[in-house]
């Protein structure tokens, strides 16, 4: 059980690490990015590591989604790649 | 040959590291936004952090918390029971410095967008030559 879901992670980090860096939206981005992030969280609590989960959970899918959405609202949201 | 393959197919963990690693230098390098460039970097340090925990992860071992920790006479540790906690110590460094990395950048891509009213580097390179 905890290996199909292992593998099920892993695939969906890449896919959404590939939809990260080739949506033409940066607001899209920052959130597929945060998704990313909850994504390793979670390949982090079935690995055993509980403190970096709740480090990764609060800090990489809280705090950084939070600060793209808010440059990309300084900024713009238009890209060309 | 067969025992080869066995070996690489059960590192999958160490093949999604590579393949991660190679995706996000694939956005350093070749994404001409900045916010992008930004988020290949992030997913570098994500891809480390994963190879540095699937360095300490075991199979059918436990978290590294002792039982019978305060009166341990009669019971012998296992090291082989429990997960490595180096790295996942190392590593919460590291999510530290990535956010601090991360919130360092964001606000240069701000400054330049107020500078220059664009995110797109060559139109970047263009305005500086302009001036």
Same mark, same amino acid.
């Given at each position: 059980?905890?290996?199909?879901?292992?593998?099920?992670?892993?695939?969906?980090?890449?896919?959404?690490?590939?939809?990260?860096?080739?949506?033409?939206?940066?607001? *899209?981005?920052?959130?597929?990015?945060?998704?990313?992030?909850?994504?390793?969280?979670?390949?982090?609590?079935?690995?055993?590591?509980?403190?970096?989960?709740?480090?990764?959970?609060?800090?990489?899918? *809280?705090?950084?989604?939070?600060?793209?959405?808010?440059?990309?609202?300084?900024?713009?949201?238009?890209?060309?790649? | 040959? #067969?025992?080869?393959?066995?070996?690489?197919?059960?590192?999958? #963990?160490?093949?999604?590291?590579?393949?991660? @690693? @190679?995706?996000?230098?694939?956005?350093?390098?070749?994404?001409?936004?900045?916010?992008?460039?930004?988020?290949? @970097? #992030?997913?570098?340090?994500?891809?480390?952090?994963?190879?540095?925990?699937?360095?300490?992860?075991?199979?059918?071992?436990?978290?590294?918390?002792?039982?019978?920790?305060?009166?341990?006479?009669?019971?012998?540790?296992?090291?082989?029971?429990?997960? #490595?906690?180096?790295?996942?110590?190392? @590593?919460?460094?590291?999510?530290?410095?990535?956010?601090?990395?991360?919130?360092?950048?964001?606000?240069?891509?701000?400054?330049?967008?107020?500078?220059?009213?664009?995110?797109?580097?060559?139109?970047?390179?263009?305005?500086?030559?302009?001036?």
């Amino acid at each position: 059980m905890t290996w199909q879901l292992d593998h099920i992670i892993l695939s969906l980090v890449i896919i959404l690490a590939l939809g990260a860096i080739t949506v033409k939206d940066l607001l *899209g981005a920052a959130i597929l990015f945060g998704a990313y992030s909850f994504m390793m969280c979670l390949l982090w609590a079935i690995m055993g590591a509980v403190d970096v989960a709740f480090t990764e959970a609060s800090v990489g899918a *809280g705090v950084s989604t939070v600060f793209f959405v808010a440059a990309v609202f300084r900024t713009t949201r238009r890209t060309k790649d | 040959m #067969n025992d080869l393959v066995a070996v690489l197919i059960s590192k999958y #963990n160490y093949w999604v590291y590579i393949i991660l @690693m @190679m995706i996000g230098f694939y956005a350093i390098i070749t994404k001409k936004n900045l916010v992008k460039k930004i988020i290949g @970097m #992030n997913i570098v340090q994500t891809a480390i952090i994963l190879f540095y925990i699937s360095i300490g992860a075991k199979k059918g071992a436990t978290l590294p918390i002792i039982s019978h920790g305060h009166d341990a006479v009669g019971h012998a540790v296992h090291a082989s029971d429990y997960i #490595n906690p180096l790295p996942h110590v190392l @590593m919460l460094t590291a999510i530290v410095v990535a956010v601090a990395t991360l919130g360092v950048a964001l606000a240069l891509a701000i400054k330049i967008y107020r500078q220059y009213n664009t995110l797109e580097e060559d139109e970047i390179h263009t305005r500086i030559r302009e001036q």
